[in-house]
């Protein structure tokens, strides 16, 4: 790498208007953040109220304010995580198991274990994130796709 520029870690012009559009982008966030903070924190509240009443026995994962708006780690007991994942993803809907430290690992997350979670509870959770495109009818098709997906789990988990 030939020039000096960046202390020597790169060579060539700044980047003038990468620098200036993220500028932009971080004024635009700020300009709308309590209102979509707001919006996405509905959201989840939404969804953690609406999943309680169909999954009574379904446990959220961590403190219910202290996390990000848009934030939701659930278990459901005895569920495996995986074959949660695959039913949701066959409905269209994105969502990961366990917590994000733990992404591609198909171990229980050391976090949600370090947190109490017995390793049955660990192994079926679920955590989701709502963002700007999310609306109350995605939360109603997660929460009827999940009564449906846990049930269906759990008959299987029973006669195996």
């Known amino acids: ?3 000096h520029q960046e202390n020597n870690k790169r060579a060539g012009t700044e980047n003038v208007a990468e620098i200036v559009a993220l500028g932009k982008a971080i004024e635009l966030i700020y300009s709308e953040f309590d209102e979509y903070n707001k919006k996405i924190l509905d959201l989840r509240e939404y969804y953690l109220n609406e999943l ?3 999954i009574p026995e379904v446990k959220l994962n961590g403190d219910r304010q202290n996390r990000l ?3 939701a780690n659930v278990s459901f007991d005895g569920i495996n995580g995986e074959e949660l ?3 949701l993803d066959s409905k269209g809907i994105c969502a990961s198991a366990g917590s994000a430290c733990t992404t591609g690992s198909m171990s229980p997350s050391h976090v949600l ?3 109490g979670l ?4 660990a192994g079926g959770a679920l955590r989701t994130t ?3 495109d999310n609306n109350m009818e995605d939360i109603d098709y997660l929460v009827q796709n ?3 997906i846990v049930k269906k789990l759990q008959k299987n988990e029973k006669y195996e």
């Open 1 to 3: 790498m030939d020039g």
């Open 52 to 54: 309680k009443k169909i």
């Open 69 to 71: 708006a848009g934030n």
């Open 85 to 87: 994942l695959l039913e």
């Open 113 to 115: 274990m370090a947190i």
């Open 118 to 121: 017995k390793e049955s509870e």
């Open 130 to 132: 709502f963002g700007r």
């Open 146 to 148: 999940l009564d449906n």
